[in-house]
C-alpha cells in the first residue's frame, strides 16, 4: 500500500515490537527455477544467486462448478503460504525485495505469470516507464539557525557536501524574468509562493544564476505536497519553508542546504490474467499490487494480496463456466505512486474502461496487528472520500455478507486513495475490497473486536525489511483469502441484484455518455 506519489526516505528505519510469530503452514511443492538478472552489487551485502529455486505449491485443478461457496473452499491457506514463500525467496535471492524496476520484482512476476500461462490464462505483460522520486534527509540553516524545511518533489540533491550561499529575496513571485535581482546569481534565490507554479519559479532563478532555491509558504505553516513537475525540471535543490521563517532567511548572511534526493528512470509491468470464457463488455475485474518497498520484501504488503488473487485464479481456472469474463491484475509500481494501475486505465479507450463492471482490490491482507475492514463503498462512516461510484455499496455489502455469515466484525474504511482501487474510482468504476490495516493505530475498540495491541499500528513493519513470511497473521489471510474467492465467484456468476454494479448502458447514461 502506498501512502502518495514516492517520497520514501532513503534508509528510514521505524521502532516497532516484534508481534507474535504465526506459524507456517506446509504444502506440497515443487521446485521451479525462476528467471531473474543478477541481484544488485552493494558494499553491505553479499551477492546472492537469482537463479535459486523456488519452490511452488502444485497447482490443483480448478473447481468443477463455480460457486462462491466452492471456491472459497478451494482456495486453501497452505496453497496461498506456498506462493507466499515463493515471493519470500524471490526476495531473499534477489537482494532482499521485490521493488518495481529490481531483478526481484521481474521474478515475481516472470513467477506469476508461468502460473497462469500454464493453467491456460491468456496473460499479458505490458511496461510502464516513469520516473522515481526518493528523498532522504533534508536540513536548511540560515547563520546556524535551523530552519524547518521540506525538499520538493523531483528537487535535485546537493551531493555529498552542502551548499553554503548566501540568500537573496525575490521580489514579485518569482514568476518573470524581472522579478530576479543581478545578485541572485551564485546565491539562493529566496521566492513566496503563488500565481505559477513551482516549476516556473525554480527554472526562472536557475535562468537568473541562482545556485538554489528556498520556496517560502504564503500562508501559515509549512510548504508541503509541493512538486516541480516532470517537465524541464531544474537542475538546482530546491526546498520549502514556513512562512514564519521568510524575513530570517532573507536577512540571514549565508544558507546552507543539504538534500539527499534523486530521480531514476524506472521500467516495469503489470500483468493482466484473463479467463477465455464470458462476455468481453461486462468484465470482473480483481487485483493486487505485486510490487514491494525498496526497503524489505513486501510480504504482507503486498505479497498477501497477490498471492490470495493468484491462488482464486488458479482455483477459478481460464475457462470457467461463468458468463462474465474475469481479469485479474497484478500491478507494478505501486508503492511508487499507484504508477501501473494508473497507467492501465489511462491507455484503455472509452469502450474499454465502460467495459470493466468493477473491480476488486485486495491489498494487505494479514497484518499482524490486523482487522478485517472493507472499504467504505457508501461512505456510510462520513469520514473523508466521499462514496465510490454507484455499485461500491453493493460491493461492500457482499464482503459484509461473507464476514457476517462467519461470525466476524467487519468495519468499514475510508476510500482514502492509498491503494489501486484509486484509479479505477477516478474513471468511474465501481470498486471495492478488504484489507487488514497498514500503519495507523489500532484503537481500543478495535481490540475489543479482533483482538491484538491497542496504541499499536496495525503493521508494525510496514515499508521496513522486518515485512517478511515470519510476521504475517496466517489466520487473518486465511479468511481474507476466502473473502476474494467469494467476491470474485459472486460476481462472476452475476454483476446485477441488490449487491451488484449498474449496467455499462446505465453507467454511460449517468455518466452523460
Known amino acids: 500500500m502506498t501512502v502518495r506519489l514516492r517520497r520514501a526516505p532513503l534508509g528510514t528505519v521505524l521502532s516497532r515490537r516484534r508481534p507474535r510469530v504465526v506459524a507456517l503452514l506446509a504444502s506440497s511443492t515443487l521446485a521451479l527455477g525462476v ?16 537463479s535459486a529455486p523456488v519452490s511452488t505449491p502444485v497447482p490443483g485443478p480448478p473447481v ?4 462462491p461457496g466452492a471456491l472459497a473452499d478451494a482456495v486453501t491457506i497452505q496453497n496461498v503460504m506456498g506462493h507466499v514463500r ?14 518495481a524496476g529490481t531483478p ?4 515475481s512476476v516472470d513467477y506469476t505469470a508461468g502460473l497462469l500461462r500454464t493453467a491456460g490464462f491468456e496473460v499479458t505483460t505490458p511496461t510502464v516507464e516513469y520516473e522515481r522520486f526518493d528523498a532522504g534527509p533534508v536540513t536548511l540553516t540560515a547563520d546556524g539557525y535551523k530552519v524547518a524545511t521540506t525538499v520538493l518533489e523531483y528537487s535535485a540533491g546537493t551531493g555529498d557536501d552542502p551548499l553554503t550561499a548566501r540568500p537573496v529575496g525575490v521580489g514579485g513571485l518569482g514568476c518573470a524574468a524581472a522579478d530576479f ?13 503563488g500565481t505559477c507554479t513551482f516549476g516556473d519559479k525554480a527554472r526562472n532563478a536557475q535562468a537568473a544564476g541562482a545556485v538554489g532555491v528556498i520556496m517560502v509558504n504564503n500562508e501559515p505553516g509549512q510548504l508541503s505536497g509541493a512538486t516541480l513537475g516532470t517537465d524541464e525540471r531544474p537542475t538546482i535543490p530546491v526546498v520549502g519553508a514556513p512562512s514564519e521563517d521568510a524575513d530570517r532567511l532573507r536577512s540571514a548572511e549565508s544558507v546552507t542546504l543539504a538534500v539527499e534526493a534523486r530521480t531514476t528512470p524506472i521500467t516495469t509491468r503489470n500483468l493482466i490474467a484473463e479467463t477465455r470464457t464470458g462476455t468481453v463488455d461486462d468484465v470482473v475485474m480483481a487485483g493486487a499490487h505485486l510490487d514491494s518497498v525498496d526497503e524489505g520484501p513486501g510480504i504482507n504488503d ?6 490470495a488473487v493468484l491462488e482464486t485464479a488458479l482455483r ?12 485479474f491484475a497484478f500491478w507494478g509500481a505501486e508503492e511508487d505512486g499507484l504508477i501501473g494501475s494508473t497507467d492501465y486505465i489511462q491507455t484503455l479507450d472509452d469502450a474499454g474502461r465502460a467495459a470493466i463492471a468493477l473491480y476488486l482490490n ?38 459484509a455478507k461473507f464476514y457476517a455469515d462467519r461470525g466476524i466484525a467487519l468495519a468499514p474504511s475510508d476510500f482514502d486513495g492509498r491503494s489501486d482501487y484509486g484509479p479505477f474510482i477516478a474513471a468511474g468504476i465501481p470498486a471495492g475490497g478488504v484489507f487488514t490495516g497498514a500503519d495507523e493505530k489500532k484503537t481500543e475498540e478495535q481490540a475489543r473486536l479482533w483482538g491484538g495491541t491497542a496504541g499499536e499500528a496495525f503493521d508494525p513493519d510496514y515499508h521496513t525489511a522486518r515485512d517478511t513470511i515470519d510476521n504475517i497473521d496466517t489466520e487473518l489471510l486465511a479468511v481474507n483469502a476466502a473473502a476474494v474467492a467469494h467476491a470474485v465467484a459472486t460476481y462472476a456468476l452475476s454483476t446485477g441484484g441488490r449487491d451488484g454494479v449498474p449496467p455499462v448502458d446505465q453507467r454511460r447514461r449517468t455518466e452523460g455518455g
Open 35 to 50: 528467471l531473474a538478472g543478477c541481484a544488485p552489487d552493494s558494499s553491505d551485502e553479499p551477492e546472492r544467486p537469482s
Open 64 to 67: 468443477g462448478e463455480v460457486t
Open 86 to 99: 515463493a515471493f519470500q525467496q524471490i526476495a531473499d535471492n534477489n537482494g532482499g525485495d521485490r521493488a
Open 104 to 107: 526481484g520484482f521481474d521474478a
Open 181 to 193: 535581482p543581478a545578485t541572485v546569481r551564485g546565491a539562493v534565490a529566496v521566492i513566496v509562493r
Open 302 to 307: 503486498n505479497a498477501s494480496g497477490s498471492a
Open 316 to 327: 477459478l481456472g481460464s475457462s470457467p463456466r461463468v458468463p462474465h469474463r474475469v481479469r
Open 362 to 399: 485486495f491489498d494487505m491482507l494479514a497484518s499482524p496487528n490486523g482487522g478485517y475492514l472493507t472499504y467504505d463503498g457508501d461512505d456510510s462512516e462520513r469520514d473523508g472520500a466521499p462514496a465510490g461510484p454507484g455499485g461500491s455499496d453493493g460491493i461492500e455489502r457482499t464482503f
